[in-house]
């Protein structure tokens, strides 16, 4: 992954030339590929008159048009937009970079209201910290110390943390004892405008803020995260629905952006021609006709052997792949495709009932589930199953709690398995915590090495208040990340009711259990819907 640091000053002209170019100077010794990415413009980048000349320093003036993210009118406008086009804009730039210094705001940017709040959210959904400059001057000690704790506190509000400060024009050192806990010590100093040469002391500072990273996942910087893993070993993804508008121009920014190869199914001509009329490019997609003799036969042989024991014939078989979902299934089991997405059109059974006759379940899964990662405003939580599995049982149960925390730990969330009830321990009795109880005792069995505790009530599983009083000492009490409810009833009204209270982003359903990846679109998909379930289909396919 690549590193980064947003660079910033806490209020307009506080001195950044000179502290940018001594941190740059030092992180050019530290990451000889260092990249400069601007987050806000005043304006067209080529007026950025001091963006231009830090590029120029490393030697990066071709950066200029793919090195910045949005403007800041863009935001006043429309913040959500805003905001993607900026998190999109960084993907894609950063990925050549063993390390991107993001620049925030410098002397001579406008100061508008709101300006640290904002700072705080970018540097959070690009998963950066934030290194401060703040001015001394005409300032004593305890005035530095306050200006310096409101704006962390503003930004960490955001989610953002901290990683370093710069004081510019000081008269008077902050001792180490005055520094509030909110800011990371040592602090570099700047004097009368002019860089000293940073100390080892600042040389560490600069490091480490370029090192610290954030542990805050936003939906922003989860989406973000699943492009740069998808790009990392591109898959072959098909995509049977050509003829929905949403899908084509997913495709167009899924090849763009490099982040997989793209199988559609369809006429050639008649996909090209419709691509083209709604601005797409496609030439880099691969069009595969389902009527295609050679396929047709292929999928068509291996269909009926799948479901010989069926009574399926040939026959019948080459009138079942002429579904557009069979035929692409068929695809990701003969090899022809690394994975598939589909339901932007069709029905959920449309898209995974093929899966079950055809890919079937891996080997040590109990069955196909579903869960949803659900994009917390500052985490990312998993919620099994929630689209498949109707009435479980314990057995069943326990699968879906081991086939999640497996989902869960292949996106970069650490497993702590909530088996929810309306009970928690042993508080309740009746047949539906009993069931739980068991499916509980059969998934530990199975895997002891994952933190799993149920029956656990849901507010025990996230509060830690809760948790102290409800399950102490529970590891798993009070901050569970992947949650199993007892029954599909319960797992999708629990979901869209976090969903939709919280503004929690639900991604999902993701198939879990099956030899290779399949996943379905809800009907009402947006196309970054689409796309972010491209590259989670990638992701499971490189594994």
């Not at 009368?192 to 990273?213: C, F, K, N, Q, W």
Request: hydrophobic content about 45%; some cysteine.
């Amino acid at each position: 992954m690549t590193k980064s640091v947003y660079f910033t000053a806490a209020e307009g002209n506080s001195g950044t030339r000179p502290v940018v170019r001594a941190v740059i100077d030092q992180l050019k010794q530290d990451y000889p590929n260092l990249g400069l990415f601007r987050a806000f413009t005043n304006g067209p980048i080529e007026t950025d008159g001091e963006f231009v000349d830090l590029l120029a320093l490393i030697g990066r003036e071709e950066d200029l048009d793919v090195a910045w993210g949005t403007t800041r009118q863009a935001y006043v406008r429309d913040e959500e937009a805003a905001m993607t086009d900026l998190v999109k804009r960084y993907t894609d730039y950063a990925r050549g970079f063993d390390a991107v210094l993001i620049l925030g705001l410098l002397d001579g940017d406008p100061v508008n209201p709101g300006v640290l709040a904002r700072t705080g959210r970018a540097a959070a959904n690009l998963a950066t910290s934030v290194f401060l400059v703040v001015s001394g001057a005409l300032r004593t000690p305890e005035q530095i110390v306050n200006l310096s704790h409101l704006v962390a506190l503003e930004i960490q509000g955001e989610n953002a943390p901290i990683s370093g400060v710069a004081v510019t024009s000081a008269e008077h050192r902050v001792e180490e004892e005055q520094t509030p806990q909110d800011v990371h010590t040592p602090i570099v100093y700047f004097y009368d405008g002019e860089a000293v040469e940073l100390s080892d002391a600042g040389r560490t500072i600069v490091r480490e803020a370029m090192e610290h990273g954030s542990d805050v996942v936003t939906p922003l910087s989860f989406t973000s995260s699943l492009i740069s893993r998808a790009r990392a070993q591109r898959k072959r993804i098909v995509l049977p629905e050509a003829t929905d508008e949403r899908i084509l121009a997913a495709a167009d920014e899924l090849i763009r952006r490099e982040v997989a190869d793209i199988i559609l199914l369809g006429d050639a001509d008649e996909v090209r021609a419709h691509a083209a009329e709604l601005g797409f490019d496609l030439s880099a997609a691969q069009i595969v006709s389902p009527a295609d003799p050679a396929y047709v036969a292929k999928y068509a042989a291996e269909f009926a052997r799948l479901r010989e024991k069926k009574g399926v014939t040939y026959d019948q078989a080459v009138e079942t792949i002429k579904d557009l979902s069979y035929f692409g299934t068929m695809m990701v089991h003969m090899g022809d495709a690394d994975g598939m997405v589909s339901g932007a059109i069709n029905t959920t059974a449309n898209t995974i009932v093929p899966s079950f006759q055809i890919i079937k379940t891996k080997p040590g899964a109990a069955l196909v589930s579903s869960c949803f990662l659900m994009l917390m405003e500052d985490r990312v939580y998993v919620y099994g199953d929630c689209a498949v599995t109707t009435n479980p049982t314990p057995e069943q149960l326990a699968g879906i709690a081991i086939s999640s925390a497996e989902t869960a730990k292949q996106f970069g969330v650490e497993p702590k398995v909530a088996m929810l009830s309306y009970s928690t321990g042993t508080s309740g009795k009746g047949p539906d915590v009993d069931a739980v109880v068991e499916a509980t005792r059969i998934a530990k069995e199975q895997r002891p090495d994952l933190l799993i505790e149920g029956p656990i009530q849901y507010d025990a599983a996230v509060d830690v208040k809760v948790a102290a009083t409800k399950l102490p000492g529970s590891p798993v009490a009070g901050q569970a990340t992947v949650f199993i409810f007892p029954s599909l009833n319960a797992g999708n009204i629990g979901y869209k009711a976090v969903q939709r209270s919280s503004g929690a982003v639900a991604v999902g359903p993701v198939l879990q259990g099956l030899n290779k990846p399949v996943n379905d679109l809800s009907r009402g998909a947006l196309v970054e819907d689409i796309v972010n379930t491209v590259a989670i289909t990638a992701i499971q396919a490189q594994n």
